[in-house]
């Protein structure tokens, strides 16, 4: 792809009305713009992102026998008055009237439809557990949305459901979607903590956010530093194997200021391990047990021959918000690099060629290497223009590939200037480029 | 995949509510669930086809050089009102006030929101053309929605819009399109023919409608039968070879009722060739010049130095009620078979494997042979239920995997019982079961 071909529409300064550098970064070199309050469009380069992030949560996702299902965006609010949330919800839900007066609402989340598909298709303890997601639009009033993509109207989230017969079960769902957003998160390079959170409008008992640190996040978090050492290497998706990755994890105090308690906390962690900091959510999930099953109905027989409500929880992932979150993790805002994560970046490489008019010679090996690569699968972007090769390297650490590979005038037979963002270049062949490059890829 | 642990709801008998058989084989098959008036619910099933023909869709849309970008669901009344299309548009459009008691809708088509993004990111000729699509949920609130997924309220469309500097070359763009179309619709086992058509609420001087035949179709069709003989093969994306392939499609008379001329069907179509008959509007591209770039100041400068309006295309798949066109053209609703074309089938094989309690044989059987099939790609969904035969044989034939394993009591050691639907079924061994399908799966 020639950038002079492409949809990248790239300003020379960062966006005044941006505060927080993901949104900076985002209006300035592209990738979203705004349509009106608190609702954007993706242009090509934000839109690769984020696909890329849905195709690794819907992986994860279907790894533990999730099923992915569609729900539309406009529901009717009679269910919703089943819940009892409808008068509940506020202002944040967009209520609509149809042409027919009938009261519909664009779904600020789903309990109330997916329970609605459960109770008029399952019938039988047999048929459980049934773990459902789908990633879809949603919209949320926000009074004020603010900070680009990460406090904004529309959005876009993947959220799961999981349905059980009895709370052992769903326990071990519930440590399923626990296992798959610490693999996700892996996968998008963020060190994502789960902390116990209060369970707010969605109710129930047992909650976890998900948060990774940033100095511009909105959540105060109060944690043991060990956390961050923790991973899930080796879980398998057993009851006790999840069992022991959810103690391994709770033995440290982490939790978001809502549940935080000075007392605890200091009597919990020595006062070396203690981090007070701030954190973005970026995955939240919640056991609520017969909250909704039981206001609208939705049992299962049992062995015995009776009947009881199913036991469910609720698993979300702000999809759009990780491409904000990623920024906020990554963007060297002060050098003005960023550096995706490769299982995520927009391209692979960028290819920043010197163009002197006259002479296609430093173009044509450009292109050249640009079929090399898209051969083994590696997405590289072409800087064709005529401007000077140092400016074209800030719009390239900017856009973010990871590698930038850089033909300037001096070009030696077979050795190509290669650098991998915010380390030394060096001069390597081709197929030594493509080894470090899949290498990478694998890895991620 | 178990047939017991998937989201398949399956009903016994034909939902009485349903009037065409796509609706009733949804229905009945749990490919989507209605959750109020024309809105639906995609479950699991369904959702694999459209997510398939999606797919298809975007590498046709890539293959022309098109760009991939997302819009919102949700657009501000302003621009509407700039292009003067806000009143015109009628009861149809979704109308919402949000909190702040602003004028929002939910979007029924782009143009409007396209031509704004358009218009504050390119400036110059030199980054022409642009070919813009994206793949987004839609909303048009129908008086009367009925017929299920083909004429409900929510559905999911591919809308794609060209802007070019002059006449000559935004036709080029339009031409890339219509070959696009008929690639994309001959990938999905559909003769869909390109047939001149009216502009209705998009405006313009040139349109065409891409038409499947189906008795259950809305719109009435007059042609010449040889149309269904033409084909795109060979055609590159040159200007010269695109316009000839279109000449070699409007050699032919082909027109919806809405450009029927009586008189000049019977002049220009030999009685032989004459066909009257219904379909299904599966696509529709336009031109429309500068319509939209004019009213909304969507200009760039020439070579020259002056400045002129850009000159747009906007082009339309219904990519949700494809999947119900598909089941119009291929549900054989007499003997209840169903045979997705294997580009877009749920499942490629379904392995019907005879269950006897205390004899598990059968099923280890069939897990193997599915587990084999894997290896190669291809997707199987197992019936694992202790139901007869023949009820999972009629069972499979409405979920509609275009081919059947078929495993009894008297197994044979190395040899399967293997069916194409609706041919007869053969003994061969595994590996030529294999060979057979990875060979249609190339061809399509």
């Known amino acids: 792809m020639y950038i002079s071909k492409s949809f990248i529409p790239i300003l020379k300064n960062s966006p005044s009305e941006a505060k927080i550098k993901s949104h900076k970064l985002m209006l300035r070199v592209g990738m979203i713009k705004q349509s009106s309050a608190g609702i954007y469009s993706w242009l090509p380069l934000g839109f690769k992102v984020m696909k890329k992030i849905e195709k690794i949560v819907r992986e994860e996702q279907d790894r533990i026998g999730a099923q992915e299902i569609l729900m539309p965006t406009i529901q009717s609010s009679e269910i919703w008055k089943e819940s009892g949330r409808y008068e509940d919800y506020g202002d944040e839900m967009l209520r609509i009237k149809d042409r027919q007066d009938r009261e519909m609402l664009y779904g600020p989340t789903n309990e109330e439809l997916v329970t609605d598909i459960f109770r008029s298709s399952i019938k039988s303890y047999k048929s459980l557990p049934q773990l459902l997601y789908h990633i879809q639009w949603k919209f949320r009033d926000e009074i004020r949305p603010r900070f680009g993509i990460m406090r904004c109207r529309e959005f876009y989230m993947k959220d799961a459901y999981s349905f059980d017969v009895n709370d052992e079960e769903a326990l071990f769902s519930y440590n399923k979607f626990f296992l ?72 440290f105090y982490s939790v978001t200021d809502e549940k935080f308690n000075k007392e605890e906390f200091e009597k919990k962690v020595s006062e070396s391990n203690r981090l007070k900091t701030k954190g973005i959510e970026v995955g939240h999930i919640f056991y609520f047990g017969d909250k909704y099953s039981k206001s609208m109905g939705a ?29 906020e993790a990554k963007y060297d805002e002060k050098n003005e690099i960023m550096k995706w994560p490769i299982s995520v970046a927009p391209y692979d490489v ?26 083994s699968d590696i997405q590289s972007i072409i800087d064709d223009t005529d401007e000077n090769i140092s400016s074209k390297i800030k719009k390239m650490n900017l856009i973010g590939a990871p590698f930038q590979i850089i033909i300037g005038k001096q070009a030696e037979a077979d050795l190509i200037e290669f650098k991998e963002l915010g380390k030394e270049s060096q001069k390597i062949n081709l197929t030594t480029i493509i080894k470090i490059i899949k290498e990478q890829k694998v890895i991620n």
């Not at 903590?193 to 008992?205: E, F, K, L, W």
Request: glycine letters at 8%.
């Open 180 to 251: 798959s957003y610490l693999k996700t998160f892996k996968r998008l390079d963020l060190t994502a903590i789960p902390m116990a959170a209060d369970t707010g409008p969605i109710g129930g008992s047992l909650s976890h956010e998900f948060i990774i640190l940033a100095e511009t996040g909105e959540s105060k978090i109060f944690t043991d530093k060990r956390i961050f050492d923790l991973n899930s290497d080796g879980t398998r998706l057993e009851k006790k194997s999840l069992d022991d990755l959810r103690k391994k994890y709770e033995q």
């Open 299 to 327: 049992s299962v027989d049992l062995p015995g021959g009776k009947k009881d409500f199913v036991k469910m929880g609720s698993y979300g992932i702000g999809v759009s918000r990780l491409v904000g979150a990623i920024i």
């Open 350 to 375: 960028s290819i920043i060629a010197m163009i002197n008019k006259n002479d296609t010679s430093s173009l044509d090996r450009a292109n050249r290497i640009a079929s090399e690569l898209e051969k």
